[in-house]
């Protein structure tokens, strides 16, 4: 062991556990990819300002839990924390929202960064993949991203999820709404942090876990009451369409989200083996973000999913994900001429698209075979000076044992057949 640790929060990824993230990361992405999403990747770090204002001054991401660093040439960045505001800047900046037709649909999967106090399901490094359907306003689309999340969680053989669907009003209702909410939490009996966080942002409180808080809030004014003409008839269709697709949801008039500038459809997938953490994924639209970091209207919506709590969650469901072995044939060669010929058939096979590997290190039989055993692979190909002589490898099938003479003459194809 090195003296050095992965750092309070953080966890690596080491194989065999690490083919999982991959899966999963291309389980999230297949449906998107299959939708006209296309893929974006942005820096790790921005400007601290755009968070600032495309997250919000009040969130606790900003507040608490942003990496914050300032470089030798004084500018200040922040590690990213979550995706939407970066993919924005950059759909932005690359005038992709004048390109072509709207909605711009972009897909992104990558590393996170908060400082929390870490936990069980809560790191201060973790992974997202996420969508963003940038520039129009349609109930479609919101349900377009909804039905393709639940795709992708089926897909993985998850089944103990949840979605909870909201609508959190415009810029119509909402400070109607904002204004009553805050009416009635200035009569509770509350913390001065809490006090003050619904002066700020009066829907935040409705989000707090806390169960003297929310024992207080089952009177409060629901914004479902509230929403105006436009919002209830958005909010229905979206509703409608995902009913229609044969998936399942919970309306959940009390959900509000962390991030300040979700407007209208909010949602999020939650697990119900996750105990505390339990939120897999969120999302919903961001009608007013694009204005907010100096953008024309551009009414959006998107949604995040977290890989780390995703990977807990198959986990939780003991689902065993069909991971196929890396390697397909092990080369076992027995003495230093073996060596140089097998050593070339691996090369040739690997450019054949047959996965392969060999016993380095000069190692005997005995520790050979156990390393074919090890990796998976159906078949080995052991060879000493007298097969090679004779113009022959054994060719050993590792699950029946049987072993058969094969001419080193068309050997590629030979063992392409066999693994057919
Ligand atoms: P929570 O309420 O659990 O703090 P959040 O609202 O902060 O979640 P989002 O910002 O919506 O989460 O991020 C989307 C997803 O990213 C979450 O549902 C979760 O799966 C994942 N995620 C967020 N923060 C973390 C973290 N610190 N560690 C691991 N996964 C995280
Ligand atoms: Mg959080």
């Given at each position: 062991m090195s003296t050095f640790k992965a750092p309070k929060g953080t966890y690596d990824l080491i194989p065999p556990f690490s083919a999982q993230y991959l899966a999963v990361r291309e389980a999230i992405s297949a449906p998107l990819r299959k939708a006209g999403y296309g893929y974006v990747e942005t820096p790790g770090f921005e400007d601290v300002e755009l968070f600032a204002r495309g997250v919000g001054e009040s969130t606790d991401i900003v507040t608490k839990e942003m990496f914050t660093l300032t470089t030798k040439g004084g500018a200040n960045l922040a590690l990213r924390p979550e995706g939407t505001a970066s993919v924005l800047r950059a759909a932005l900046e690359a005038n992709l929202h004048k390109a072509g037709g709207l909605p711009v649909k972009l897909w992104y999967s990558g590393s996170y960064y908060r400082y929390e106090r870490p936990q069980?399901?809560?790191?201060?490094?973790?992974?997202?993949?996420?969508?963003?359907?940038?520039?129009?306003?349609?109930?479609?689309?919101?349900?377009?991203?909804?039905?393709?999340?639940?795709?992708?969680?089926?897909?993985?053989?998850?089944?103990?999820?949840?979605?909870?669907?909201?609508?959190?009003?415009?810029?119509?209702?909402?400070?109607?709404?904002?204004?009553?909410?805050?009416?009635?939490?200035?009569?509770?009996?509350?913390?001065?942090?809490?006090?003050?966080?619904?002066?700020?942002?009066?829907?935040?409180?409705?989000?707090?876990?806390?169960?003297?808080?929310?024992?207080?809030?089952?009177?409060?004014?629901?914004?479902?009451?509230?929403?105006?003409?436009?919002c209830k008839a958005y909010h229905e269709e979206v509703r409608s369409l995902i009913t229609a697709a044969g998936v399942a949801f919970e309306d959940d008039l009390k959900l509000v989200r962390g991030l300040d500038y979700y407007t209208r459809t909010t949602f999020e997938f939650v697990h119900d083996g996750l105990g505390s953490q339990s939120a897999v994924g969120g999302g919903g639209r961001y009608d007013g973000l694009s204005e907010m970091i100096g953008g024309p209207a551009l009414p959006s919506v998107g949604w995040a999913l977290g890989v780390d709590r995703t990977v807990l969650a198959l986990e939780a469901e003991g689902v065993e994900l069909d991971i196929p072995p890396v390697t397909e044939v092990y080369a076992v060669p027995l003495g230093d001429e073996a060596k140089r010929v097998l050593f070339g058939i691996v090369t040739q096979l690997r450019t054949a698209d047959i996965a392969a590997d060999f016993s380095y290190g000069g190692k005997g039989m005995k520790a050979a075979m156990k390393g074919a055993n090890r990796s998976g692979a159906r078949l080995a190909l052991i060879a000493g000076d007298r097969d090679l002589a004779d113009g022959v490898v054994q060719l050993k099938d590792m699950e029946s044992g049987e072993q058969t003479a094969v001419a080193l003459e068309g050997l590629v194809e030979t063992v392409r057949a066999k693994l057919a």
């Open positions: 069980k399901g809560r790191y201060r490094h973790f992974s997202q993949v996420g969508a963003e359907a940038i520039g129009a306003e349609d109930p479609a689309l919101d349900a377009e991203l909804i039905i393709l999340a639940d795709q992708a969680y089926r897909s993985l053989g998850l089944r103990n999820f949840r979605i909870l669907l909201n609508s959190l009003g415009d810029k119509e209702c909402r400070p109607v709404y904002r204004e009553a909410l805050q009416g009635f939490l200035r009569g509770l009996d509350l913390d001065e942090e809490t006090l003050r966080r619904a002066e700020i942002n009066p829907l935040r409180v409705l989000d707090d876990k806390r169960p003297d808080v929310q024992k207080q809030l089952v009177d409060a004014p629901l914004l479902r009451d509230h929403l105006c003409e436009a």
